[in-house]
């Protein structure tokens, strides 16, 4: 049985030190720059699904027509990344973090750029949203491999009593990734007309995100292997088989890290992609005041994401992400009931951002790259988080939003409520399921023959 602790959350069994200082900070730099780029990405999509891409890419349909398919594309993209976690995941367990990453990184960039010039439906008819889909699922499947690689570089990099600190730099630099490319919308929006901004203005922070690929190639390139990862080839730990050595030997730790990221993402994705189309069609806000919100909601949780992983470092990875997805289950309630009267001021729908995404999801996401890693071994520790966080990304984060959709043209929030109350719920039972290894546990694989990078 898996042992369950409140103390702070101690190494895996013959994890290897850290190298220098300095190599930690360039490896969080690198796994920061990474996901900031994936969830500016991902944001920027969202954002241009909630407030552009029903226009743009399904004109003709209804209101509620439209935003269904405009969000189930953005879900189309979490729908292929269980695969592409488990392929990515396993090549990265046999042939080392940092060409995976790399690779994941030249992928999300380059489909990103292709969104920004492709033509709309006026101009190329139904061909446009079946190549707005393709260059999504281009999207999930280098994503699939980000996340967890970016964190496994923060952490396996990291000194023993900062890996909640370093694992939390691919989570703020998500949120921070959301913030901008939330912001990149609005303020393009801003400065020029509606009707340019639909035309051709909302393409412009889809090509800027070529600066920040280019410089994390950069950064990516030049960075060593992790240790962990080098100890695991000079040792003979490296296995032929992760996908297979992973479901054998740890089933529980795969379970619980799929139904920790459903709450997670589920959360975490009703605020930032079905919020900004209830705030658009139930509230009546315009494009400017629903991305505000948004922005409220990522930047808060940027702040608070580095803080929650300090305190893990102190008190333990489990009772923060308890609180978490206890607070969120509470808010769910208190929350909808603030935008549930007539004419709810945009301060409120704010204000809601905030507390919603911001509190309760960074609590959940800032410790989790330390927590998760520390639950698998190092043979097959990248395979462990593409196949359980990218199966838990493929329900919460496409599934919830889609749901919410639907309950939302209905006269009341209770069923919205109801909906993010269970997903909390599901991602606290499977908190309390995982625990954490015991230090005792040994590295073992069945194939000891190294694998050749």
């Not at 396993?90 to 492709?118: C, E, N, P, Q, Y």
């Not at 190329?124 to 707005?132: E, H, N, R, S």
């Not at 509606?194 to 889809?206: D, K, M």
């Not at 838990?392 to 309950?407: K, T």
């Amino acid at each position: 049985m898996t042992e369950r602790t409140n103390t702070a959350a101690s190494l895996p069994p013959n994890a290897p030190a850290g190298r220098s200082p300095a190599e930690s900070r360039r490896a969080g730099r690198a796994a920061f720059i990474g996901t900031l780029l994936e969830y500016y990405d991902f944001s920027l999509y969202a954002s241009a699904a909630s407030v552009v891409f029903a226009s743009v890419f399904f004109s003709g349909s209804s209101a509620f027509l439209g935003t269904l398919q405009a969000v189930a594309t953005f879900a189309v993209g979490f729908l292929v990344r269980p695969i592409g976690g488990v392929i990515l995941g396993s090549l990265g367990d046999r042939l080392g973090r940092k060409k995976i990453l790399v690779f994941t990184m030249l992928l999300m960039g380059g489909a990103t750029l292709l969104v920004g010039l492709l033509p709309s439906y006026a101009q190329i008819g139904w061909v446009a949203p079946l190549l707005l889909v393709l260059l999504r699922v281009l999207q999930g499947i280098g994503a699939s491999g980000e996340y967890g690689g970016a964190a496994l570089v923060a952490v396996e990099f990291a000194p023993d009593k900062k890996r909640g600190l370093l694992g939390s730099l691919p989570g703020m630099g998500a949120a921070l990734g959301g913030v901008l490319g939330s912001l990149s919308l609005l303020l393009v929006s801003a400065v020029m007309s509606q009707e340019s901004f639909l035309s051709w203005g909302w393409r412009i922070p889809f090509l800027f995100s070529v600066v920040i690929l280019a410089y994390g190639l950069w950064l990516r390139r030049t960075l060593p292997e992790t240790p962990a990862f080098e100890n695991a080839q000079k040792t003979e730990k490296l296995t032929k088989t992760p996908i297979r050595d992973v479901i054998r030997q740890q089933p529980r730790a795969l379970i619980a890290v799929l139904v920790m990221t459903i709450g997670q993402t589920g959360i975490g994705y009703f605020y930032i992609v079905f919020m900004g189309t209830f705030g658009t069609n139930q509230l009546g806000f315009g494009g400017t005041e629903v991305l505000v919100g948004l922005i409220a909601a990522q930047l808060t949780n940027a702040i608070l994401i580095p803080l929650f992983g300090t305190l893990s470092d102190r008190v333990g990875r489990q009772p923060v992400i308890i609180f978490g997805f206890l607070y969120s289950a509470v808010f769910a309630w208190a929350g909808m009931a603030m935008l549930s009267g007539m004419d709810t001021p945009p301060l409120m729908f704010w204000l809601v951002m905030a507390m919603g995404n911001g509190i309760g999801v960074a609590a959940i996401f800032g410790p989790m790259g330390a927590y998760v890693i520390e639950l698998f071994r190092t043979q097959h520790a990248y395979t462990g988080l593409g196949l359980g966080r990218e199966g838990g990304n493929a329900i919460g984060a496409a599934v919830v939003p889609v749901i919410a959709v639907a309950l939302a043209f209905d006269d009341t929030t209770v069923w919205l409520s109801f909906l993010i109350c269970v997903v909390s719920l599901l991602g606290f039972a499977g908190t309390v399921l995982a625990g954490r290894r015991k230090a005792s546990e040994p590295e073992v694989v069945e194939a000891k023959a190294p694998v050749s990078a």
